[in-house]
Protein backbone atom coordinates (compact mmCIF):
# COMPACT_ATOMS: atom_id res chain seq x y z
CA UNK A 1 0.00 0.00 0.00
CA UNK A 2 3.21 2.27 0.06
CA UNK A 3 2.46 3.27 -3.52
CA UNK A 4 -1.32 4.48 -2.88
CA UNK A 5 -2.81 8.38 -2.87
CA UNK A 6 -5.52 8.55 -0.39
CA UNK A 7 -8.09 11.54 0.06
CA UNK A 8 -10.63 11.87 2.44
CA UNK A 9 -13.31 14.21 1.86
CA UNK A 10 -14.46 16.01 5.00
CA UNK A 11 -11.95 15.66 7.86
CA UNK A 12 -14.37 15.90 10.87
CA UNK A 13 -14.79 13.27 13.80
CA UNK A 14 -14.48 10.04 11.61
CA UNK A 15 -12.79 11.49 8.74
CA UNK A 16 -10.20 13.07 11.17
CA UNK A 17 -9.80 9.60 12.59
CA UNK A 18 -9.59 7.61 9.82
CA UNK A 19 -6.75 9.91 8.61
CA UNK A 20 -5.29 9.69 12.12
CA UNK A 21 -5.17 6.12 11.77
CA UNK A 22 -3.98 5.33 8.11
CA UNK A 23 -0.80 7.67 9.65
CA UNK A 24 0.09 6.09 12.75
CA UNK A 25 -0.75 2.04 11.12
CA UNK A 26 -0.48 2.43 7.07
CA UNK A 27 2.20 3.34 5.06
CA UNK A 28 1.03 5.46 1.98
CA UNK A 29 2.49 7.47 -0.95
CA UNK A 30 0.36 10.47 -0.13
CA UNK A 31 -2.10 11.44 2.08
CA UNK A 32 -4.43 14.23 1.54
CA UNK A 33 -7.90 15.70 2.81
CA UNK A 34 -10.70 17.94 1.19
CA UNK A 35 -12.93 20.09 3.38
CA UNK A 36 -13.94 23.60 3.81
CA UNK A 37 -13.17 23.96 7.27
CA UNK A 38 -9.65 25.41 6.43
CA UNK A 39 -8.52 25.06 10.20
CA UNK A 40 -8.92 21.61 10.56
CA UNK A 41 -7.18 21.00 7.26
CA UNK A 42 -4.48 23.49 8.71
CA UNK A 43 -4.46 21.72 11.77
CA UNK A 44 -3.94 18.14 10.52
CA UNK A 45 -1.37 19.11 8.33
CA UNK A 46 0.86 21.26 10.25
CA UNK A 47 0.68 18.26 12.88
CA UNK A 48 1.78 15.85 9.66
CA UNK A 49 -1.79 13.34 9.58
CA UNK A 50 -2.32 14.83 6.38
CA UNK A 51 0.41 15.58 3.29
CA UNK A 52 -2.17 18.53 2.14
CA UNK A 53 -5.17 19.78 2.74
CA UNK A 54 -7.31 21.08 0.13
CA UNK A 55 -10.89 23.13 -0.31
CA UNK A 56 -10.52 22.97 -3.93
CA UNK A 57 -11.01 19.22 -4.95
CA UNK A 58 -9.92 18.48 -8.34
CA UNK A 59 -6.05 17.91 -7.87
CA UNK A 60 -6.67 15.05 -5.23
CA UNK A 61 -9.13 13.84 -6.53
CA UNK A 62 -7.63 13.49 -10.23
CA UNK A 63 -4.48 11.59 -8.39
CA UNK A 64 -6.18 9.55 -5.93
CA UNK A 65 -6.34 5.75 -5.88
CA UNK A 66 -8.72 5.43 -3.27
CA UNK A 67 -11.24 8.07 -2.12
CA UNK A 68 -13.21 7.89 1.60
CA UNK A 69 -15.96 9.77 1.81
CA UNK A 70 -16.51 10.89 5.31
CA UNK A 71 -19.36 13.34 4.98
CA UNK A 72 -23.47 13.65 5.28
CA UNK A 73 -25.87 11.70 2.93
CA UNK A 74 -26.55 14.71 1.36
CA UNK A 75 -23.75 16.39 1.12
CA UNK A 76 -22.12 13.59 0.23
CA UNK A 77 -24.18 12.85 -3.32
CA UNK A 78 -23.70 16.81 -3.75
CA UNK A 79 -20.10 16.14 -3.95
CA UNK A 80 -19.81 13.26 -6.14
CA UNK A 81 -22.37 15.04 -8.99
CA UNK A 82 -20.11 18.25 -8.55
CA UNK A 83 -16.41 16.40 -9.21
CA UNK A 84 -17.43 13.05 -10.87
CA UNK A 85 -15.46 14.04 -13.60
CA UNK A 86 -12.62 14.54 -11.52
CA UNK A 87 -11.64 11.26 -10.08
CA UNK A 88 -8.64 9.20 -11.21
CA UNK A 89 -9.21 6.69 -13.85
CA UNK A 90 -9.93 3.53 -12.17
CA UNK A 91 -9.88 4.97 -8.39
CA UNK A 92 -11.90 2.80 -5.70
CA UNK A 93 -14.71 5.13 -3.69
CA UNK A 94 -15.68 3.95 -0.41
CA UNK A 95 -18.02 5.79 2.00
CA UNK A 96 -18.35 5.76 5.83
CA UNK A 97 -22.24 6.43 6.02
CA UNK A 98 -24.67 4.80 8.41
CA UNK A 99 -27.82 3.83 6.41
CA UNK A 100 -26.88 2.53 2.61
CA UNK A 101 -30.00 1.23 0.66
CA UNK A 102 -30.63 5.05 -0.99
CA UNK A 103 -27.20 6.19 -0.98
CA UNK A 104 -25.31 2.86 -2.73
CA UNK A 105 -27.95 3.02 -5.11
CA UNK A 106 -28.05 6.86 -6.06
CA UNK A 107 -24.25 6.80 -6.05
CA UNK A 108 -23.96 3.45 -8.47
CA UNK A 109 -26.67 5.79 -10.91
CA UNK A 110 -23.79 8.54 -11.26
CA UNK A 111 -20.58 6.10 -11.30
CA UNK A 112 -18.58 6.69 -13.91
CA UNK A 113 -18.02 3.26 -15.56
CA UNK A 114 -13.91 3.61 -14.66
CA UNK A 115 -14.87 4.03 -11.41
CA UNK A 116 -15.91 1.65 -8.67
CA UNK A 117 -17.69 2.01 -5.48
CA UNK A 118 -17.84 -0.19 -2.24
CA UNK A 119 -19.91 0.92 0.40
CA UNK A 120 -19.14 1.06 4.19
CA UNK A 121 -20.18 1.79 7.78
CA UNK A 122 -17.67 1.95 10.89
CA UNK A 123 -19.81 0.96 13.95
CA UNK A 124 -17.54 3.49 15.55
CA UNK A 125 -17.77 6.77 16.86
CA UNK A 126 -18.27 9.18 19.53
CA UNK A 127 -20.89 12.00 20.35
CA UNK A 128 -18.67 15.00 19.87
CA UNK A 129 -18.12 16.48 16.52
CA UNK A 130 -15.35 17.76 14.64
CA UNK A 131 -11.75 17.04 13.86
CA UNK A 132 -10.53 18.21 17.03
CA UNK A 133 -12.20 14.97 18.51
CA UNK A 134 -10.98 12.90 16.24
CA UNK A 135 -8.90 9.96 17.61
CA UNK A 136 -6.54 7.32 15.68
CA UNK A 137 -7.69 4.54 18.39
CA UNK A 138 -11.14 5.37 17.75
CA UNK A 139 -11.65 1.94 15.62
CA UNK A 140 -9.59 -0.42 17.60
CA UNK A 141 -11.80 -3.74 17.89
CA UNK A 142 -15.00 -2.47 16.47
CA UNK A 143 -16.73 -3.77 13.24
CA UNK A 144 -17.20 -2.36 10.26
CA UNK A 145 -19.68 -3.19 7.66
CA UNK A 146 -19.14 -3.53 4.06
CA UNK A 147 -22.00 -3.73 1.28
CA UNK A 148 -20.24 -4.58 -2.08
CA UNK A 149 -22.23 -4.76 -5.38
CA UNK A 150 -22.07 -7.62 -7.80
CA UNK A 151 -19.37 -5.66 -9.93
CA UNK A 152 -17.07 -5.01 -7.36
CA UNK A 153 -13.76 -6.71 -8.37
CA UNK A 154 -11.73 -9.00 -5.96
CA UNK A 155 -8.51 -6.81 -5.83
CA UNK A 156 -10.87 -3.38 -4.87
CA UNK A 157 -12.28 -5.55 -2.06
CA UNK A 158 -9.21 -6.94 -0.97
CA UNK A 159 -7.43 -3.77 -1.13
CA UNK A 160 -10.23 -2.05 1.35
CA UNK A 161 -10.58 -4.56 3.83
CA UNK A 162 -6.61 -4.17 4.38
CA UNK A 163 -7.01 -1.02 5.39
CA UNK A 164 -9.59 -1.38 7.48
CA UNK A 165 -8.57 -4.25 8.96
CA UNK A 166 -4.82 -2.39 9.42
CA UNK A 167 -6.52 0.69 11.32
CA UNK A 168 -7.85 -1.45 13.93
CA UNK A 169 -11.37 -3.22 13.27
CA UNK A 170 -11.48 -6.40 14.11
CA UNK A 171 -14.49 -7.96 12.13
CA UNK A 172 -15.44 -7.01 8.74
CA UNK A 173 -19.06 -7.77 7.73
CA UNK A 174 -20.59 -8.02 4.09
CA UNK A 175 -24.01 -7.64 3.62
CA UNK A 176 -26.41 -6.01 1.39
CA UNK A 177 -27.20 -1.96 1.91
CA UNK A 178 -31.26 -3.79 2.23
CA UNK A 179 -30.41 -5.61 5.18
CA UNK A 180 -27.27 -2.94 6.25
CA UNK A 181 -30.45 -0.72 6.79
CA UNK A 182 -32.99 -2.86 8.58
CA UNK A 183 -30.30 -4.38 11.08
CA UNK A 184 -28.92 -0.36 11.76
CA UNK A 185 -32.47 0.47 12.25
CA UNK A 186 -32.89 -1.51 15.49
CA UNK A 187 -28.86 -1.96 16.50
CA UNK A 188 -27.95 1.78 15.96
CA UNK A 189 -31.09 4.21 15.39
CA UNK A 190 -33.57 2.99 17.88
CA UNK A 191 -30.86 3.25 20.40
CA UNK A 192 -29.87 6.66 19.37
CA UNK A 193 -34.23 7.56 19.52
CA UNK A 194 -34.85 5.97 22.84
CA UNK A 195 -31.68 7.54 24.51
CA UNK A 196 -32.93 10.80 23.04
CA UNK A 197 -36.68 10.16 24.78
CA UNK A 198 -35.21 9.24 27.84
CA UNK A 199 -33.70 12.92 27.91
CA UNK A 200 -36.81 14.85 26.66
CA UNK A 201 -38.83 13.09 29.24
CA UNK A 202 -41.40 15.44 31.61
CA UNK A 203 -39.78 13.44 34.98
CA UNK A 204 -36.17 15.23 34.21
CA UNK A 205 -37.70 18.65 33.71
CA UNK A 206 -35.50 20.88 35.79
CA UNK A 207 -34.81 18.07 38.02
CA UNK A 208 -31.41 16.20 37.63
CA UNK A 209 -31.24 14.43 41.39
CA UNK A 210 -31.52 10.89 41.98
CA UNK A 211 -30.06 10.46 38.29
CA UNK A 212 -27.12 7.55 38.91
CA UNK A 213 -24.43 5.51 36.36
CA UNK A 214 -27.35 3.47 34.39
CA UNK A 215 -29.22 6.72 33.23
CA UNK A 216 -26.01 7.98 32.43
CA UNK A 217 -25.02 4.87 30.24
CA UNK A 218 -28.63 4.66 29.01
CA UNK A 219 -28.55 8.51 27.67
CA UNK A 220 -24.71 8.78 26.57
CA UNK A 221 -25.72 8.64 22.90
CA UNK A 222 -27.92 11.50 23.31
CA UNK A 223 -25.71 13.85 23.28
CA UNK A 224 -26.26 13.82 19.32
CA UNK A 225 -25.28 15.40 16.23
CA UNK A 226 -28.63 16.29 15.46
CA UNK A 227 -27.81 17.23 11.69
CA UNK A 228 -26.44 14.16 11.07
CA UNK A 229 -28.84 11.90 12.69
CA UNK A 230 -31.80 13.55 11.79
CA UNK A 231 -30.97 12.82 8.28
CA UNK A 232 -30.06 9.20 8.68
CA UNK A 233 -33.37 8.77 10.53
CA UNK A 234 -35.34 10.09 8.17
CA UNK A 235 -33.38 8.13 4.71
CA UNK A 236 -34.11 5.25 6.94
CA UNK A 237 -37.38 6.15 8.08
CA UNK A 238 -39.54 2.89 6.86
CA UNK A 239 -37.18 0.65 9.12
CA UNK A 240 -37.02 2.74 12.06
CA UNK A 241 -40.65 2.84 12.15
CA UNK A 242 -41.24 -0.68 12.36
CA UNK A 243 -38.57 -0.88 14.92
CA UNK A 244 -39.84 1.62 17.35
CA UNK A 245 -43.40 -0.25 16.53
CA UNK A 246 -42.03 -3.44 17.72
CA UNK A 247 -40.23 -1.79 20.79
CA UNK A 248 -44.04 -0.21 21.33
CA UNK A 249 -44.95 -3.58 21.64
CA UNK A 250 -42.19 -5.04 23.99
CA UNK A 251 -42.59 -2.41 26.36
CA UNK A 252 -46.02 -3.05 26.60
CA UNK A 253 -45.33 -6.57 27.13
CA UNK A 254 -43.18 -5.57 30.26
CA UNK A 255 -45.43 -3.02 31.46
CA UNK A 256 -48.46 -5.94 31.58
CA UNK A 257 -46.05 -7.90 33.40
CA UNK A 258 -45.39 -5.53 36.11
CA UNK A 259 -49.07 -4.17 36.73
CA UNK A 260 -49.78 -7.89 37.12
CA UNK A 261 -46.99 -8.94 40.12
CA UNK A 262 -45.90 -11.37 37.65
CA UNK A 263 -42.49 -12.31 39.25
CA UNK A 264 -41.54 -14.87 37.67
CA UNK A 265 -41.92 -13.48 33.94
CA UNK A 266 -40.01 -10.14 35.18
CA UNK A 267 -37.25 -12.28 36.28
CA UNK A 268 -37.51 -14.66 33.05
CA UNK A 269 -37.10 -11.51 31.22
CA UNK A 270 -34.36 -9.90 33.04
CA UNK A 271 -32.01 -13.29 33.24
CA UNK A 272 -32.68 -13.67 29.50
CA UNK A 273 -31.23 -10.26 29.02
CA UNK A 274 -28.47 -10.25 31.12
CA UNK A 275 -27.58 -13.25 29.16
CA UNK A 276 -27.82 -11.89 26.02
CA UNK A 277 -25.19 -9.02 27.15
CA UNK A 278 -22.39 -11.43 28.14
CA UNK A 279 -22.96 -13.69 25.38
CA UNK A 280 -22.19 -9.97 23.34
CA UNK A 281 -19.17 -9.13 25.33
CA UNK A 282 -17.41 -12.10 24.11
Known sequence: MSDLNITIVGIGLIGGSYAKAIRKNIKTNKLWAIDI???????AESSGVIDNGYTEPQYPLEHSDLVILCTYPNATMDFLKNNMRSFKKNALITDTMGMKNKIVSDILSIMR?????????????????????SDADIFKNAQYILTPSKNTSDSSLIMLKQII??????????????????????TSQLPHIIAC???????????????GGSFKDATRVADINSQLWSELILENKDNILNEISNFISDITDIYNVIKCNDRNSLEFFMNKSRARRKEMNI
Open 197 to 211: TLMNNASLDNNFQCV
Open 37 to 43: NVDALNE
Open 165 to 186: KSIGFNKIIEMSPQTHDEKIAF
Open 113 to 133: DDLEFIGGHPMSGRELVGYNH
